[in-house]
């Protein structure tokens, strides 16, 4: 059975700092990996996905996330946060190739940007 | 496109009343479904409907019943609720399942709270 573990359940982060929030995941066959995230009193938005290729992936608004199959690990980087990353971010992972797209969502980390 | 639509937004229920949480898309996607999303323990697939006229049990499906009315309508009922039902309840729907992966995209959700 897939599982995902999220580390942290939360990360306070000054603005213009840094910031890692690590996710883990076990599987027996290949997977999907996603980040969501989940603004105040809103539903999920896809972040970024990885389906296969180049391991590092990237969104729109300067996350990155980068596939360590070794490690079994998709965490994920933004190298300067701003106040409006505030948000809960999920680490997902779905079946590969042949699967059906059934999520197995982990258990949320919230982020919590600070002026 | 309003994309992922639920309601009712907010919904207070007494033990052992019932009740129909409703879902429609309008992105003509053929997969549906329906997850709980607990504090510290992230999203939870309750049902799913990977077509117009079939039904699916995730995670979590015990207390709950599922009708795909059609093809943009996919309702969670709720036939005698339990306090340990009071979750956020969301709504996605996806392109189809099958061999590629197709994103979710999910409603505003519902807040249930049972007394």
Known sequence: AQSVTQLDS???VFEEAPVELRCNYSSSVSVYLFWY?????????LLLKYLSGSTLVESINGFEAEF????????????SVHISDTAEYFCAVSPGPGGYNKLIFG????????P | NAGVTQTP????????QSMTLQCAQDMNHNSMYWYRQDPGMGLRLIYYSASEGTTDKGEVPNGYNVSRLNKREFSLRLESAAPSQTSVYFCASSRRQGKSYNEQF???????TVL
């Open chain 1, 107 to 114: 258990a949320g980390t919230r982020l919590a940007v600070h």
């Open chain 2, 106 to 112: 999910f409603g505003p959700g519902t807040r249930l």
């Open chain 2, 9 to 16: 937004k907010f919904q207070v229920l007494k033990t052992g």
């Open chain 1, 37 to 45: 995230v989940q603004y105040p009193n809103q539903g999920l938005q």
């Open chain 1, 68 to 79: 360590n199959k070794s490690q079994t690990s998709f965490h994920l980087r933004k190298p």
């Open chain 1, 10 to 12: 939360q990360v306070p």
